[in-house]
């Protein structure tokens, strides 16, 4: 088991606790996902959920249709414009989620003891007798005593919003289960899932692949966040699939891992994506309870020494009908953080919840406190053992270039980038001070005309990287030049940080920048 990377300092002044927060332009550095739905797709709640700091929109194309999120999209675009806060599109598949389908939305009640029918035959009316499902082999999937869970988002079994069922028979398509606690299901669509049952339907789906090659490169999406991944071989697939979908190749593909048997074959599936989200929801119902707190602390180990982000999902569910987290919920998201999580993704708190802006803000504020605590010194020496030696020339620079900051106790680190990977190697490290990575635009030809490559992806996908900052800068103006070019991007940089409130006069900052073929760490001490 990994030791916790926590630092407080002995002994500790209680009253310390209950000194106010200092001011920052960022809310936090750990990312905030947030999924846009009802309650968060107007300009104006929009405009309010990127100045609490969601920095990444995520798209649930499991309900509803692409011109409904095409909408939303639009609406994000001019909150983007009215706040001047970059946002990343994430587009989450549906991938193999089973669902039931309620055509005439009538409220179901289920009571505890009674039982239910699951059938594949969707022209049958939902009620508390029978469930129609869109999926015809679940009797030859389930046996008697096997678990399923349905409910509109949220399934847990303690609710009273979703149902906890038990196989009691299979009546040849049929499914006849024992309903073990009483609920009402309301809305068109519900999800099922059968615990640690594997589904004979495939990672990225027909309707996923529609929707990837219309709505997905019309917007050009900086995440595909893959449900439901299982095995290495469903990254490779979706990946060769998105190469073939234009400006999608440079799309970074998260699996989601959100049952046994992606479980079972994380190490591989790490090894293929390029990031990773816990989805604790159905994953948390496939492990026992016990286990799900061991999962998330080998899991986020496992991408942090791999320096590739990592996302943890329903950590404040409560906040969709409250304004306040639970104590236990509170203490969650920090130690999250504290685990070295990148990003929180919030799903139903923002997409049907109440209150998305002050969950956002709330969340936020969890994680800059839990920050504060992070021991990076102990959290740097495990990642350079780890990586080992001799190291890579970058990895090198990077690795340098947080130490010098932390010993200078710099504001801020400058990274001067093209591709991107020096950033995300200097994050992987968890300075304790933002870094701000420079993104400059690689001019390319076709022969017949110039174009920008890279740029807005490059610094649109550092939005779901803890510590990483993206500003775009002048094209003109290459990251590996030896001209005075460098000196005047510097500046930019400078005055962006200054304007910010990121550094003050007096401030010492790091610079990583390429100067011909060396790559240069500099320290510089910022006048009045």
């Known amino acids: ?10 002994p500790i002044r209680m009253a310390s606790i209950l000194e106010p927060s200092k001011a920052s332009f960022f809310p936090a550095m750990t990312k905030i996902v947030g999924t846009l739905g009802p309650r968060s797709r107007s300009v104006e709640v929009l405009s309010g959920c990127l100045t609490a700091g969601m920095s990444v929109a995520r798209f649930d194309f499991s309900w509803h249709d692409p011109e409904y999120h095409q909408e939303t999209l639009e609406n994000l675009k001019a909150a983007v414009k009215l706040t001047k806060k970059l946002c990343a599109v994430m587009l989450d598949t549906v991938g193999p989620e089973l669902q039931v389908v309620n055509k005439s939305e009538k409220a179901i009640s289920l009571e505890a003891d009674a039982t239910v029918i699951l059938t594949p035959d969707e022209g049958q009316e939902a009620s508390s007798n029978l469930l129609p499902i869109n999926f015809d082999g679940l009797s030859k999937a389930v046996k008697k005593g096997d678990t399923i869970f349905i409910g509109q988002y949220l399934f847990t079994g303690s609710e009273t919003t979703s149902v906890w069922l038990e196989v009691s028979e299979v009546q040849e398509n ?7 606690n009483t609920a009402t299901l309301t809305g068109a669509l519900f999800t099922l899932h059968a615990s640690q049952i594997r589904i004979e339907l495939p990672t990225l789906s027909d309707k996923d692949k529609e929707v990837i090659s219309s709505w997905g490169v019309k917007n050009k999406i900086d995440f595909l966040s893959l449900s439901y991944t299982r095995h ?11 190469s073939k979908q234009g400006d999608l190749y440079q799309t970074q593909i998260f699996a989601k891992i959100e049952n046994i048997e992606g479980l079972n074959h994380f190490d591989e599936i790490l090894q293929e994506a390029d990031g990773i989200i816990l989805s604790r929801g159905n994953l948390g119902i496939d492990l026992p309870p016990e286990k799900v707190f061991l999962f998330q602390k080998a899991a986020l180990y496992k991408c942090n020494v791999a320096g590739k982000p990592a996302v943890v999902t329903r950590v404040v569910d409560s906040m969709t009908d409250n304004l306040r987290p639970t104590r236990a919920e509170a203490t969650d998201v920090a130690n999250a953080v504290l685990d070295g999580s990148d990003a929180i993704l919030l799903g139903a708190e923002t997409l049907r919840g109440l209150y998305p802006v002050e969950t956002i803000s709330t969340v936020g504020k969890i994680c800059a406190e839990a920050e504060k605590v992070f021991n990076q010194d102990l959290y740097f020496k495990k990642t350079v053992k780890y990586v080992g030696e001799p190291m890579t020339h970058l990895e090198s620079i990077a690795s340098s270039a947080v130490r010098a900051a932390i010993k200078v106790k710099a504001s801020v680190i400058i990274c001067f980038t093209s591709s991107g990977r020096a950033a995300r190697l200097i994050a992987k490290y968890r300075p304790t001070m933002p870094v701000l990575s420079v993104v400059i635009p690689r001019l390319k030809t076709n022969q017949l005309k110039w174009s920008f490559s890279g740029a807005f992806e490059q610094a649109r996908q550092s939005l779901i990287v803890r510590c990483l900052f993206p500003m775009l800068a002048d094209p003109r103006h290459p990251a590996e030049s030896t001209s005075a070019t460098n000196e005047s991007v510097l500046k930019v940089a400078l005055d962006y940080g200054k304007a910010s409130g ?15 073929d060396a790559s240069v760490v500099k320290i510089i001490e910022l006048e009045d």
């Not at 088991?1 to 002995?10: A, F, P, T, V, W």
């Not at 290495?232 to 998105?242: I, N, S, T």
């Open 174 to 180: 049929d499914v006849v289960c024992v309903i073990k």
């Open 232 to 242: 290495a071989e469903d990254v490779r697939h979706a990946r060769e699939f998105l």
């Open 1 to 10: 088991m990994q030791s916790s990377h926590l630092l407080l300092e002995e």
């Open 502 to 516: 990121v550094v003050k006069p007096h401030d010492r900052v790091v610079v990583c920048q390429k100067v011909g």
